[in-house]
């Protein structure tokens, strides 16, 4: 039974990551898209689009990918003491990526909306900031239950 269960040691790090990953790379798909629509709208208007203001909409789901990798850290040092804290990996995962594919949504509605005006850029970072706290939350409470778990 101790053969199979260290098969599945690294399953709670690599969910970890595995999901935050997967809500990054969803969330900057649905940003990107956005995007593209917001340059081609410039372009067709002759007039250049904010270059980097429509980045950062993109750019601003790959943090979770980051904080998965933390998580993940947390989880293989705590394998590597006997823990196997599955549950823990696997929720924090899907939470982070759910914050990230989130993030893209709004990174995709604020592409979209300085496509048109050119105008609100703060507004977006602040709901681009208010989703990624959910990612920083799940990352730090789950931290401290590795940590207090593990030891």
Same mark, same amino acid.
């Given at each position: /039974?101790?053969?199979?269960?260290?098969?599945?040691?690294? !399953?709670? *790090? =690599?969910?970890?990551?595995?999901?935050? $990953? +997967? &809500?990054?790379?969803?969330?900057?798909?649905?940003?990107?898209?956005?995007?593209?629509?917001?340059?081609?709208?410039?372009?067709?208007?002759?007039?250049?689009?904010?270059?980097?203001?429509?980045?950062?909409?993109?750019?601003?789901?790959?943090?979770?990918?980051?904080?998965?990798?933390?998580?993940?850290?947390? /989880?293989?040092?705590?394998?590597?003491?006997?823990?196997? !804290?599955? *549950? =823990?990996?696997?929720?924090?995962?899907? $939470? +982070? &990526?759910?914050?990230?594919?989130?993030?893209?949504?709004?990174?995709?509605?604020?592409?979209?909306?300085?496509?048109?005006?050119?105008?609100?850029?703060?507004?977006?970072?602040?709901?681009?900031?208010?989703?990624?706290?959910?990612?920083?939350?799940?990352?730090?409470?789950?931290?401290?239950?590795?940590?207090?778990?593990?030891?």
């Amino acid at each position: /039974m101790e053969g199979m269960m260290s098969q599945f040691k690294d !399953l709670g *790090s =690599i969910a970890a990551l595995g999901f935050a $990953a +997967i &809500g990054s790379a969803l969330g900057i798909g649905a940003a990107g898209m956005a995007a593209v629509g917001a340059w081609k709208k410039g372009f067709l208007r002759n007039k250049p689009a904010p270059m980097v203001q429509l980045l950062a909409c993109i750019g601003a789901p790959i943090s979770q990918t980051f904080y998965g990798m933390i998580v993940m850290n947390a /989880m293989i040092a705590a394998a590597n003491k006997g823990a196997m !804290l599955w *549950s =823990i990996g696997i929720f924090a995962g899907i $939470a +982070i &990526g759910l914050s990230a594919l989130m993030q893209g949504r709004i990174g995709a509605a604020a592409a979209d909306a300085l496509g048109e005006s050119d105008k609100g850029f703060s507004n977006y970072l602040a709901a681009l900031g208010i989703i990624e706290s959910v990612a920083v939350f799940v990352m730090v409470f789950s931290l401290q239950l590795i940590s207090k778990i593990a030891g």
